[in-house]
């Protein structure tokens, strides 16, 4: 039997994050601005007559039987069996913490949905992906989200989203090249220190938002208003603008909970200020994960030298256009 590896990559968000949860998309719709990046999660299936095996490095743990338990891993294993992958080795590998706010979760259901069809020699569109993989997320894994990490990781590009109650649609900026190969120049992703449960957020938001009274709905049709703002910024080439309503999105955000930020957060967001970033953010829901920094013009080095004293982990990343895919090897 073949042997097959599917990867997904991870996203960064700039504007837009909240608008995709139901039930705002089915009253109001909601629009993010994000991209995909170099960063995966890559899922590798080894055939051998064993029982499967299941073993992820992030999880430092290993499956080979069917269990009762409910945590992550366990249910991945059911899921193989369900669609008739019994035998051989899945090996599952990830570029970040889970829980740090690129869409790990999502990168991963993707890159294994896609692995299971293909070793099954069957093809299945991005779009079709995006869907069953959100549907297995919030009803299988019972996992709080929003649409947009299942359709920007299994799509790929830089681009715009739209949600609305019954469609999904992508506006590819990616050649808008001068702007986006700029932006990439300047972005740098700092580690805070710690992962945390962006579900718990989300709750919080569905709760508010089944509420049409709700104080919160401003604040999301506020940010939803930007990220169509940053995405005709792009369009314009002005990217100060851009880094302006970047700033402006997040602190609109911190003001959907008072969770979403801490002292930790805010005082790394400062000394990336003082340190030559023009425009930080948090990544997800909040509460901890990776900082999003835009350096100023020329300043990207200088921005991750001095941020390497206060995350262990601050890297560089590249904009890719490819979305999930799976090989044989």
Do not use: C
């Amino acid at each position: 039997m073949d042997r097959y590896l599917a990867f997904s990559p991870l996203r960064i968000t700039f504007a837009g994050g909240g608008t995709d949860v139901e039930p705002f998309i089915e009253r109001y719709g909601g629009a993010v601005l994000n991209s995909t990046i170099d960063r995966k999660v890559m899922v590798t299936y080894e055939p051998d007559p064993y029982d499967l095996e299941l073993s992820s490095r992030d999880f430092l743990k290993s499956i080979t039987l069917v269990s009762e338990s409910n945590d992550v891993l366990s249910k991945l294993y059911k899921l193989f069996e369900s669609k008739g992958v019994s035998k051989g080795r899945v090996i599952i590998n990830n570029a970040v913490p889970p829980g740090s706010g690129l869409g790990s979760s999502s990168a991963l259901i993707t890159a294994i949905l896609k692995l299971i069809y293909a070793i099954k020699g069957k093809e299945i569109s991005a779009k079709d992906l995006a869907a069953e993989s959100y549907a297995l997320e919030k009803n299988y894994f019972n996992i709080a989200l929003g649409k947009q990490d299942p359709f920007a990781i299994s799509m790929g590009h830089f681009k715009l989203m739209e949600f609305t109650r019954s469609s999904e649609n992508m506006f590819d900026l990616s050649d808008h090249s001068d702007f986006v190969q700029e932006l990439e120049k300047r972005t740098l992703l700092i580690y805070t220190g710690s992962t945390r449960e962006s579900s718990t957020f989300l709750k919080s938001q569905i709760d508010q938002t089944e509420n049409e009274n709700s104080k919160i709905i401003p604040k999301l049709l506020e940010i939803k208003s930007i990220a169509y703002k940053m995405s005709d910024a792009v369009k314009a080439n002005d990217i100060n603008s851009f880094i302006s309503d970047l700033n402006r999105g997040w602190e609109i955000k911190k003001e959907l909970d008072k969770n979403i930020s801490n002292k930790k957060i805010d005082d790394l967001i400062e000394e990336a200020k003082n340190n030559h970033a023009q425009g930080v953010r948090l990544m997800g829901g909040g509460g901890e994960g990776f900082l999003l920094a835009i350096s100023e013009k020329g300043k990207l080095q200088e921005l991750q030298k001095s941020m390497s004293g206060f995350s262990d982990f601050a890297i560089r990343i590249s904009f890719r256009k490819n979305g999930t895919s799976s090989y044989k090897i």
